[in-house]
């Protein structure tokens, strides 16, 4: 089955303490991109990758890391998570045209 | 600046009604306009995509119209269902320098259908 999948798909955690929410798809797809969602201000990009081994920052790419080391995997990396990071986070990923297809969301909270 | 706005904020309507959403954008260059459906806690799903030169776009009991001149879209669900209970998001695409495609995202609208 055609996926992206997201792990963890919940975490609590404490002002930090580093953190890493895998993302994996199985589509073969060149770009991959990682959203946050919070109430009122809708999906914000936080970074993309064109392709392997190239990233760039998206809108809100602040306190963020990634990584393109592998065509279907794009981590997303919290060095020292702050409260302000509590949110919802999509994984997603599409050919180089066409629709974005959206990993399951990880909800994280950061106390 | 680059905007897509939505209305109404939320709706609620009865199962077998129809109903009509409202997006209205403020973007160039324009390349094309997706409809989302995003089930509570769950990623968004494409309902429909339009180009420029595409004024409508059938899937299923949803219809996406799109007027490139008023810069505006509607997403019309007929005979809804419980199921389409969800959030409704309207995504326009801009291509700016560098041909590195963007994505503004509206806020959505909630609708929720009450048996």
């Known amino acids: 089955e055609a996926q992206v999948t997201q792990n963890p798909r919940y975490l609590i955690t404490v002002t930090g303490k580093k953190l890493t929410v895998t993302c994996s798809q199985n589509?073969?797809?060149?770009?991959m991109s990682w959203y946050r969602q919070d109430p009122g201000l809708g999906l914000r990009q936080i970074y993309y990758?064109?392709?392997?081994?190239?990233?760039d920052k998206g809108d809100v790419p602040e306190g963020y890391k990634v990584s393109r080391k592998e065509k279907r995997n794009f981590p997303l990396i919290l060095e020292s998570p702050s409260p302000n990071q509590t949110s919802l986070y999509f994984c997603?990923?599409?050919?180089?045209?066409?629709?974005?297809?959206f990993g399951p969301g990880t909800r994280l909270l950061v106390l | 600046k680059n905007q897509v706005e939505q209305s109404p904020q939320s709706l609620i309507i009865l199962e077998g009604k129809n109903c009509t959403l409202q997006?209205?954008?403020?973007?160039?260059?324009?390349?094309?306009l997706r409809w989302y459906k995003q089930d509570t806690g769950r990623g968004p799903v494409s309902l429909t995509i339009?180009?420029?030169s595409e004024n409508t776009k059938s899937n299923g009991r949803y219809t996406a119209t799109l007027d490139a001149d008023t810069k505006q879209s509607s997403l019309h669900i007929t005979a809804s269902q419980l199921s389409d209970s969800a959030s409704y998001i309207c995504?326009?695409?801009?291509?700016?320098?560098?041909?590195?495609?963007?994505?503004?995202w509206g806020l959505g609208t909630s609708l929720a259908v009450n048996p």
């Open positions: 997603a990923s599409r050919r180089t045209t066409g629709t974005q297809y």
């Open positions: 589509m073969n797809h060149e770009y």
């Open positions: 990758s064109m392709n392997v081994e190239v990233t």
């Open positions: 997006c209205n954008y403020t973007v160039s260059p324009f390349s094309n």
């Open positions: 339009m180009t420029f």
């Open positions: 995504v326009v695409s801009v291509i700016p320098a560098g041909n590195n495609r963007k994505l503004i």
